[in-house]
């Protein structure tokens, strides 16, 4: 794995975005999209919050070979980006009247269950979470009119991506390790977590999807489509999803 390029690209990463300014007014987005919208938004909020604290117990541990030395910075790095994209949503929610959470049932269940079943588990738990993410960001920065809501979005699709092609470039090394009928058995079940999840969220965000005209069905068969994807893109180099723009990105997230 080539940790120098994450490294430089994540720390480049840094000061490329100008944050957009957020009006002291409320949002004018109708109650009716906004209300949905901003209930839904604190849940990835919150997602987005956490330390990285068992992620990096992980890394420790999986550092000692020489391909992946400068592994535990990148990660560290990439640990830093998603509590700034915690802090973002953190204001949008705020800018959008809405109130942060501290619990949701969803959240707990991800945490326990990263937390319980080893650290390859949690790297995949981790991993489902981004794809989820990609789907949600690209959804919401397409159908979503407010401003402010779309440079967010479209801040956060575009690291996603970037996520995403990070733990693919360091998973694929780790499958091309393991027996073919391994791999196998493990795309089985990842696509299963997978599947649940993307069910899971669809239901449980129902109400804000509803709002920007996205059924939530639709929702989870594009989230799943997403995950299909990464499953090819194991395959391939990271280069092409570094190259994306973000409505490159976003219309692959959405499928359009
Ligand atoms: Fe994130
Ligand atoms: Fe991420």
């Given at each position: ?40 938004l ?17 890394v ?13 910075q ?50 995949q738990?981790?991993?489902?979470a ?22 967010c ?15 693919a ?18 795309r ?16 449980d ?22 995950g ?9 180099p ?19």
């Open positions: 794995m080539n940790t120098h390029i994450w490294t430089q690209y994540f720390l480049a990463n840094r000061n490329r975005f100008a944050e957009p300014p957020l009006p002291a007014a409320s949002s004018d987005l109708p109650k009716s999209i906004r209300v949905p919208l901003v209930k839904s604190a849940i990835f909020q919150l997602g987005e919050s956490g330390g990285g604290t068992r992620l990096m117990r992980y420790k541990q999986v550092v000692s070979g020489p391909r992946l030395h400068g592994y535990e990148a990660v560290q790095l990439f640990i830093e980006e998603e509590q700034y994209h915690s802090r973002l949503l953190e204001k949008l929610v705020i800018h959008l009247d809405g109130v942060c959470l501290q619990k949701q049932w969803t959240n707990s269940v991800f945490r326990w269950l990263r937390n319980h079943f080893g650290v390859e588990f949690n790297i738990i981790l991993l489902i981004e794809l989820i993410a990609e789907a949600y960001f690209g959804a919401i920065y397409l159908r979503c009119q407010d401003s402010a809501v779309r440079i979005c479209r801040k956060i699709l575009a690291d996603e991506m970037r996520h995403l092609a990070f733990h470039e360091f998973l694929r090394e780790r499958l091309n390790k393991k027996p073919a009928w391994w791999r196998t058995l493990w089985a079940q990842f696509r299963l977590f997978n599947l649940a999840t993307c069910a899971v969220v669809a239901w965000h129902r109400d804000c999807f509803r709002a920007i005209g996205l059924a939530p069905m639709e929702f989870a068969r594009m989230a799943s489509r997403t299909l994807r990464f499953l090819r893109r194991l395959e391939k990271h280069t092409l999803w570094l190259a994306r723009s973000p409505q490159q990105n976003a219309s692959v997230a959405t499928n359009t």
